[in-house]
């Protein structure tokens, strides 16, 4: 659980904002739970000493695309299906990112976050061979990342998100930078395991490979069947997918 779940969040700030004319507050009504990286700059977010505001409960433990977990497994909802949220860049952000990126480029995120052991049920492991092909990729992350192609240094998600805001297209799995891009508009090609599906987290603006199936959702260790899922995914598909992304943009 992490800056994704924000970026879901943020799509609930602007509709409640739209909705009510009021500024917004995350949290159970009482106290604000947000994180400042995803709302910086975001317009509808109300101040601490505002008190005239509407409220949105969604917060750590209680996100409405969970309907709790049950043996190791958290239990999706399936009355859930994200919208696109919102991230305002700054201006200063931009032109950050304008300094260290020129020409157009596919941008992919092949780590996923270790802060849980489950999030590598939402790994594929096959982004090696697929940059063996002759694409204009880039790859963003801190220096603890591990490098598959042509690498920007990003210390914060805030700056990954300001290179993000520059690609043509985006590949990636389920995770923070796959709801930003959604937030931002990037066409997007999403490797889908077994652990999470598209018809809870996914957008219909992605490219979503998946084969259809039930997610587990197996956030007690590591998941065979996440790991089967993530191998029967071939370099191909990801390739086909993100070609015909490339060609569009």
Request: charged residues 25%; neutral net charge.
């Amino acid at each position: 659980m992490g800056m994704g779940d924000w970026i879901m969040a943020s799509a609930e700030v602007k509709e409640a904002n739209e909705k009510t004319g009021k500024k917004v507050k995350i949290g159970n009504g009482v106290s604000m739970f947000y994180d400042h990286q995803v709302f910086a700059n975001n317009p509808r977010m109300a101040s601490n000493s505002d008190t005239d505001v509407v409220w949105v409960k969604n917060y750590p433990n209680h996100r409405p695309y969970l309907n709790g977990s049950k043996d190791g497994h958290l239990v999706f909802n399936d009355n859930y299906k994200p919208k696109p949220g919102e991230i305002y860049l700054s201006k200063d952000e931009k032109m950050w990112a304008d300094k260290r990126v020129k020409e157009p480029f596919i941008l992919i995120e092949p780590n996923v976050k270790r802060t849980f052991i489950h999030t590598v049920n939402k790994a594929w492991d096959k982004w090696d061979e697929l940059v063996k092909h002759e694409l204009p990729w880039k790859q963003v992350g801190d220096v603890t990342a591990k490098r598959y192609t042509d690498w920007i240094e990003t210390k914060t998600f805030r700056e990954a998100l300001a290179i993000l805001n520059k690609a043509s297209v985006f590949v990636g799995t389920d995770g923070g930078l796959h709801h930003a891009a959604a937030a931002l508009g990037i066409p997007s090609v999403v490797i889908w395991t077994g652990f999470s599906s598209p018809r809870h987290l996914g957008y219909d603006t992605h490219r979503n490979i998946h084969d259809g199936s039930e997610p587990c959702g197996t956030y007690s260790g590591i998941c065979r069947h996440c790991l089967l899922k993530a191998q029967s995914i071939t370099v191909e598909q990801v390739l086909d997918a993100v070609n015909t992304e490339w060609h569009r943009s």
